[in-house]
């Protein structure tokens, strides 16, 4: 019986000892940066002037905490900043530091990749039309990986993203207005023509009337005529029966001539008016006139007091759009920043949460085989399935979060809708800040566009204050016309000019001054004016939300430079705590809910370990956006 007992626990040893193994491996294999990753930090003197060596400053920050011997193990040199490996487990075999060099090259990524589905840079541009989305599924669905450095993304971004795009046309289009204004200081020439075609109704209702009149002539001289000539032949007939030898009846006849040529003159202007009326009849149209007019006028503001005014506003109004240009590309490298730390964290994450359940699914068979060779219980069991399921489900978070953070700076970079980036950094310190708190508050107020853009905006509003009192100026103008006109008529009477060709000019001087438009000049003065006091509290309120900015940052760094070392003490801690909980264990000296909460423990400290070097990283980026994006060679 004792033979089997003592066999069965040589077997669980054994066991034990390959959970341990895995351990140790895999909670290095998470920490790139703890496995001789280096990162060269060139310091340049800030604003010209010496300051403290890196190891002196940061050394400073951790010695009121730590004793020499406990952060040792951090080599921190002027210019390069350096995290030695922490050694793995203490365990009694050598295969550990084995496995965990075999594993050391494959750190810088989070996870294997097959190398048909990486993608050079060549292929990260997006569609150059922003209006052409995917319209099918496959369009969208993720066929490539990424590894993107954090330079190549924020030169990506620089290169991709719709906001400075966005930023970019709107300098564009304040570039235009401000060259729009500026062609008010030339004069203005301006060549008209026209061509018109002209059948007049007057004309028309002219010729209908005349129309009317010739009929009613023609009417009445057809009926005059008959009588007229009937007349005639009763005079001549009287005139035959007359003799002429007899003297009485001389004066008859004479009376009788007089009626004859009376008659005979009527007749004939009866007839002519006949056919007068018949010829007007004929002739009498409404023809139309056709004429080519051109005119070359020449304009030009001698004073114009909204000229200047306007050229000024159009002036300032592109300085704050190049401002926000500016703004936009130093914010979009915080954010570009942030989110690949985030991607870096959600990335390691997932490398720890995986470690810790292959982890604990090793100690989940060991304890199986304990239970089976009775020196484990149930309830040992149970609580070793349930941390399991625990870190199964922690595992489901991280790699959502992972997907996420992905997803995010896919979208900040612009990708093409198959691909996904990936972080091909390792986790390490990114830099240090050699700058003091007041030199870096000053740094800001100097440096910080948001300042200038408020200034700008103050100029931008005396410029439309001048432009609203401009429309009750008075305005003095030159001018100068030259006009041809050419003629053609259809009219083919030759009383009438059938066409000609002539021209003329004119050139002069005008004055137009506006003394009263219903107080809407005023008004517009008095929003100007409201403008730049706002202007001048913004300027007030961004230099407040900036020294806070700094701070906020400046506060965090020693801070996280601080957990860094502890997080990194407490990672060595819990580890030799898991080592000896198991061997406690071995030995029935403790219960196995002591491994798992020291499992636990072994977890939290890698995760603060992560989280302390990202939120150093983080507000390392985040003071230098502070201070207009000056960089560790800059300060």
């Given at each position: 019986m004792l033979r089997q007992i003592f066999f069965n626990s040589l077997i669980v040893s054994i066991g034990m000892l390959g959970v341990e193994i895995v351990t140790a491996k895999t909670a290095k294999a998470n920490f790139p940066v703890l496995s001789k990753v280096k990162k060269e930090v060139e310091i340049a003197p800030a604003l010209k002037k010496p300051r403290a060596s890196a190891k002196g400053k940061l050394s400073s920050a951790i010695e009121s905490h730590f004793p020499e011997s406990d952060?040792?193990?951090?080599?921190?040199?002027?210019?390069?900043?350096?995290?030695?490996?922490?050694?793995p487990l203490p365990t009694q075999s050598d295969e550990i530091d084995e496995m965990t060099t075999e594993e050391s090259s494959s750190d810088m990524t989070p996870t294997d990749i097959p190398a048909e589905n990486l993608k050079t840079p060549v292929e990260l541009n997006p569609n150059p039309d922003p209006l052409i989305l995917p319209t099918k599924p496959e369009e969208v669905e993720i066929k490539n990986i990424v590894p993107l450095t954090l330079e190549e993304s924020v030169l990506l971004a620089k290169a991709n993203n719709r906001q400075l795009e966005i930023a970019k046309l709107q300098v564009e289009r304040s570039s235009a207005n401000l060259a729009q204004a500026r062609a008010a200081l030339f004069p203005s020439l301006n060549l008209q023509g026209r061509a018109t075609r002209l059948l007049d109704a007057n004309g028309e209702l002219a010729v209908e009337a005349s129309r009317r009149s010739a009929r009613a002539e023609r009417s009445s001289s057809e009926a005059s005529i008959p009588m007229l000539q009937n007349r005639l032949a009763t005079i001549q007939q009287q005139l035959a029966q007359i003799d002429q030898t007899d003297p009485t009846q001389t004066l008859p006849a004479v009376n009788l001539l007089i009626q004859q040529a009376q008659v005979q003159q009527s007749l004939e202007s009866v007839q002519n008016s006949l056919q007068s009326a018949q010829t007007q009849l004929g002739d009498l149209r409404n023809y139309a006139n056709t004429s080519v007019n051109g005119t070359l006028s020449l304009n030009y503001a001698i004073f114009s007091p909204s000229r200047q005014a306007n050229i000024r506003f159009a002036k300032e109004q592109l300085r704050v759009s190049e401002l926000e240009f500016e703004r936009i590309e130093e914010q979009l490298r915080l954010d570009v920043a942030l989110a690949y730390y985030n991607l870096q964290q959600a990335d390691m994450s997932v490398r720890i949460d995986e470690t810790d359940v292959q982890a604990r699914s090793k100690r989940l068979e060991g304890i199986e085989l304990q239970l089976e060779a009775a020196l484990a219980t149930r309830l040992d069991l149970l609580n070793a399935q349930v941390e399991l399921d625990n870190s199964f489900q922690s595992l489901r978070n991280s790699k959502a979060q992972q997907q996420t953070a992905q997803r995010n700076i896919a979208r900040i970079l612009s990708l093409p809708p198959s691909i996904t980036p990936i972080a091909a950094d390792p986790v390490e310190i990114a830099g240090e800040w050699n700058l003091s708190l007041e030199k870096s508050i000053i740094l800001g107020f100097k440096n910080r566009v948001e300042l200038e853009q408020q200034l700008a905006q103050r100029e931008s509003s005396k410029a439309e204050r001048r432009l609203a009192f401009a429309a009750i100026r008075p305005q003095v103008s030159l001018f100068a016309n030259y006009n041809v006109l050419r003629l053609y008529s259809d009219d083919p009477s030759d009383f009438v000019a059938r066409g000609g060709f002539d021209d003329g000019y004119s050139f002069g001087i005008s004055f137009n001054w506006t003394f009263f438009d219903g107080g809407a000049a005023r008004a517009g003065a008095k929003r100007a004016e409201a403008d730049l006091a706002i202007a001048e509290q913004q300027y007030a309120d961004n230099a407040n939300q900036i020294r806070f900015e700094v701070e906020q940052a400046y506060f965090q760094l020693p801070a996280q430079l601080e957990n860094v070392q502890s997080a990194n003490l407490?990672?060595?801690?819990?580890?030799?705590?898991?080592?000896?909980?198991?061997?406690?264990?071995?030995?029935?000296?403790?219960?196995?809910?002591?491994?798992?909460?020291?499992?636990?423990?072994?977890?939290?400290?890698?995760?603060?370990?992560?989280?302390?070097?990202?939120?150093?990283?983080?507000?390392?980026v985040q003071i230098q956006r502070a201070v207009s994006n000056v960089s560790d060679q800059d300060s």
């Amino acid at each position: 019986m004792l033979r089997q007992i003592f066999f069965n626990s040589l077997i669980v040893s054994i066991g034990m000892l390959g959970v341990e193994i895995v351990t140790a491996k895999t909670a290095k294999a998470n920490f790139p940066v703890l496995s001789k990753v280096k990162k060269e930090v060139e310091i340049a003197p800030a604003l010209k002037k010496p300051r403290a060596s890196a190891k002196g400053k940061l050394s400073s920050a951790i010695e009121s905490h730590f004793p020499e011997s406990d952060y040792s193990q951090l080599n921190i040199s002027p210019r390069v900043t350096q995290i030695e490996e922490i050694s793995p487990l203490p365990t009694q075999s050598d295969e550990i530091d084995e496995m965990t060099t075999e594993e050391s090259s494959s750190d810088m990524t989070p996870t294997d990749i097959p190398a048909e589905n990486l993608k050079t840079p060549v292929e990260l541009n997006p569609n150059p039309d922003p209006l052409i989305l995917p319209t099918k599924p496959e369009e969208v669905e993720i066929k490539n990986i990424v590894p993107l450095t954090l330079e190549e993304s924020v030169l990506l971004a620089k290169a991709n993203n719709r906001q400075l795009e966005i930023a970019k046309l709107q300098v564009e289009r304040s570039s235009a207005n401000l060259a729009q204004a500026r062609a008010a200081l030339f004069p203005s020439l301006n060549l008209q023509g026209r061509a018109t075609r002209l059948l007049d109704a007057n004309g028309e209702l002219a010729v209908e009337a005349s129309r009317r009149s010739a009929r009613a002539e023609r009417s009445s001289s057809e009926a005059s005529i008959p009588m007229l000539q009937n007349r005639l032949a009763t005079i001549q007939q009287q005139l035959a029966q007359i003799d002429q030898t007899d003297p009485t009846q001389t004066l008859p006849a004479v009376n009788l001539l007089i009626q004859q040529a009376q008659v005979q003159q009527s007749l004939e202007s009866v007839q002519n008016s006949l056919q007068s009326a018949q010829t007007q009849l004929g002739d009498l149209r409404n023809y139309a006139n056709t004429s080519v007019n051109g005119t070359l006028s020449l304009n030009y503001a001698i004073f114009s007091p909204s000229r200047q005014a306007n050229i000024r506003f159009a002036k300032e109004q592109l300085r704050v759009s190049e401002l926000e240009f500016e703004r936009i590309e130093e914010q979009l490298r915080l954010d570009v920043a942030l989110a690949y730390y985030n991607l870096q964290q959600a990335d390691m994450s997932v490398r720890i949460d995986e470690t810790d359940v292959q982890a604990r699914s090793k100690r989940l068979e060991g304890i199986e085989l304990q239970l089976e060779a009775a020196l484990a219980t149930r309830l040992d069991l149970l609580n070793a399935q349930v941390e399991l399921d625990n870190s199964f489900q922690s595992l489901r978070n991280s790699k959502a979060q992972q997907q996420t953070a992905q997803r995010n700076i896919a979208r900040i970079l612009s990708l093409p809708p198959s691909i996904t980036p990936i972080a091909a950094d390792p986790v390490e310190i990114a830099g240090e800040w050699n700058l003091s708190l007041e030199k870096s508050i000053i740094l800001g107020f100097k440096n910080r566009v948001e300042l200038e853009q408020q200034l700008a905006q103050r100029e931008s509003s005396k410029a439309e204050r001048r432009l609203a009192f401009a429309a009750i100026r008075p305005q003095v103008s030159l001018f100068a016309n030259y006009n041809v006109l050419r003629l053609y008529s259809d009219d083919p009477s030759d009383f009438v000019a059938r066409g000609g060709f002539d021209d003329g000019y004119s050139f002069g001087i005008s004055f137009n001054w506006t003394f009263f438009d219903g107080g809407a000049a005023r008004a517009g003065a008095k929003r100007a004016e409201a403008d730049l006091a706002i202007a001048e509290q913004q300027y007030a309120d961004n230099a407040n939300q900036i020294r806070f900015e700094v701070e906020q940052a400046y506060f965090q760094l020693p801070a996280q430079l601080e957990n860094v070392q502890s997080a990194n003490l407490a990672l060595e801690r819990a580890k030799e705590a898991v080592r000896a909980a198991q061997l406690r264990f071995q030995a029935t000296v403790n219960t196995q809910t002591e491994v798992l909460d020291a499992q636990t423990r072994l977890v939290q400290a890698q995760n603060n370990l992560l989280n302390a070097i990202l939120n150093y990283n983080r507000a390392l980026v985040q003071i230098q956006r502070a201070v207009s994006n000056v960089s560790d060679q800059d300060s």
